[in-house]
């Protein structure tokens, strides 16, 4: 089992940034990538950034530009730093760990962007 707790989620107006992290522990080796997704109401959840064990990283083209995915393997934790934030990125954000072919999440972080 792989246990995920985000935090770093809040009100930001529009232009402004947040940094979420996301803290893994429990059986964590052999884990193949981590990243963020989120869901807005009534949408479905969709991919935000990736980063693979290797350190490559893909990000959805609505972010792309403006948010940043890292990592630190010393502590174990995921980093997505948000910049330029809009109304649109309003939404659940959730960490996710892929192992051994499952999916693991943390229980969701939410950001509000105001306009």
């Known amino acids: 089992q792989v246990q995920l707790v985000e935090s770093g989620g809040g009100l930001v107006q529009a232009g402004g940034s947040l940094r979420l992290s996301c803290a893994a522990s429990?059986?964590?080796?052999?884990?193949?990538?981590m990243g963020w997704y989120r869901q807005a109401p009534g949408k479905q959840r969709d991919m935000v950034a990736r980063?693979?064990?290797?350190?490559?990283?893909n990000y959805a083209d609505a972010v792309k530009g403006r948010f940043t995915i890292s990592r630190d393997n010393a502590k174990n934790t995921v980093y997505l730093q948000m910049n330029s934030l809009k109304p649109e990125d309003t939404a659940v954000y959730y960490c996710?760990?892929?192992?051994?072919?499952?999916?693991?999440w943390g229980q969701g972080t939410q950001v509000t962007v105001s306009s």
């Open positions: 996710n760990a892929k192992r051994g072919g499952r999916n693991y």
């Open positions: 429990g059986s964590i080796s052999s884990i193949d990538a």
């Open positions: 980063i693979t064990s290797g350190g490559s990283t």
